[in-house]
């Protein structure tokens, strides 16, 4: 199987920045997207930014202007570059993503997720 790791959570002030990082290894033909979702405390999963594999980028509007999502495909991995930090930012972190020989036959993978927490 496909494993995910996130890692660059941690508690910062508002304002400050952090960069995430997601690490795929396994049994991984083509990574086709991968995205980061989050979920705040009390709310639904959401998701914040995907990235193609051709390098397209969407973003959840309330992150854009202050995040920024990327890709290695030779490395196997995604960063998220959140900026600008607010409260409202705080959840755990996820990253998401579609592993398959071709865009037809795709998996999902999730990784384990990464606390963010952004306060005084």
């Known amino acids: 199987q496909v494993r995910l790791v996130e890692s660059g959570g941690g508690l910062v002030q508002p304002g400050g920045s952090l960069t995430l990082s997601c690490a795929a290894s396994?049994?991984?033909?083509?990574?086709?997207?991968m995205r980061w979702y989050r979920q705040p405390p009390g709310k639904q999963r959401e998701l914040v930014a995907s990235i193609t594999r051709g390098g397209n980028k969407n973003y959840v509007e309330s992150v854009k202007g202050r995040f920024t999502i990327s890709r290695d495909n030779a490395k196997n991995t995604a960063s998220l570059q959140m900026n600008s930090l607010k409260p409202e930012d705080t959840a755990v972190y996820y990253c998401?993503?579609?592993?398959?020989?071709?865009?037809?036959?795709?998996?999902?993978?999730w990784g384990q997720g990464t606390q963010v927490t952004v306060s005084s």
């Open positions: 998401n993503i579609d592993v398959g020989a071709s865009a037809f036959s795709l998996r999902d993978y």
């Open positions: 396994g049994s991984i033909d083509r990574i086709y997207n």
